[in-house]
């Protein structure tokens, strides 16, 4: 369980719903959805996880099924459960391609160290998207005590030697996360070009005075980088400017502020 993310990463499975919903908005509108299944999903990294989700959702199903008929009102809640799924895929899949970048984050010491791209080709990989934790082997071995202990006897009857490890919980860094989200070679790609082919989407908000605001920001304290004290990344500059409109009162969407972020500074 993610007890801590840090500014500028994502819980693994907090990444894995961001996508799930901007790859289907209509599937994921929360007027479509009870109030228990959107906990459901909100909850995931933090006091729930994903091996859990679908014991959860039979239980939502159950209490919506018609009583004379046992039908459900519609097959949504499947539906949203197996886009998340394939949303996994994606991301195992762009994490192993070098596209985005995981790190680890070992709950014992809060020490956070790269996770090389080739680890998500292990046959396991799937398996941490269960809690967003894996186990990483230190080497060593340590010895555990090994059923009812017998006085006198050898060690190894009295105990087995296994190996040591850490838990780690696995991170997404945002700012790959926003490159990668938003790229050609990226999952939302496609949904853009449907968007320009259908007029594109009205503006809800002055994005232009968003654009001056933070280009004014990068002109000051310079370009986002980790040598930049002030701007230390991309969620630094992200987090200034929804800061900003929420004094005005507007609430940003954090992954639009992003996109539109790294599109302007590619253009700088």
Do not use: C
Request: proline share 5%; no cysteine.
């Amino acid at each position: 369980m993610a007890d801590f993310v840090p500014k500028g990463f994502y819980a693994l499975e907090r990444a894995v719903l961001l996508i799930a919903r901007e790859l289907d908005e209509r599937l994921w509108d929360h007027a479509k959805m009870t109030l228990s299944e959107i906990n459901a999903y909100e909850r995931l990294g933090e006091t729930s996880h994903f091996k859990d989700l679908r014991r959860t959702l039979e239980g939502i199903e159950l209490s919506l099924r018609d009583r004379k008929t046992g039908e459900l009102p519609d097959n949504s809640i499947e539906e949203r459960f197996k886009s998340y799924q394939e949303s996994q895929k994606l991301i195992r899949t762009a994490l192993n391609a070098g596209e985005l970048r995981s790190v680890l984050q070992f709950a014992q010491t809060g020490e956070r160290v790269d996770q090389p791209p080739e680890s998500w080709a292990q046959d396991t990989a799937m398996n941490w998207f269960d809690d967003g934790l894996t186990y990483v082997a230190t080497g060593k071995m340590r010895r555990i005590p090994f059923g009812p202990y017998v006085p006198g006897a050898p060690d190894d009857v009295n105990f087995i030697d296994e190996p040591d490890g850490l838990w780690a919980t696995i991170l997404v860094d945002a700012d790959s996360f926003s490159d990668w989200y938003y790229s050609s070679s990226g999952p939302m790609a496609e949904v853009e070009v449907r968007e320009r082919d259908k007029g594109g989407r009205p503006l809800e908000y002055d994005w232009d005075a968003v654009k001056e605001y933070a280009l004014g920001l990068v002109k000051q304290h310079g370009r986002p980088g980790r040598t930049n004290k002030r701007l230390p990344s991309k969620s630094q500059l992200a987090e200034a400017v929804m800061n900003e409109w929420a004094k005005k009162g507007v609430d940003l969407a954090e992954p639009t502020v992003r996109r539109y972020i790294t599109a302007w500074l590619k253009d700088l």
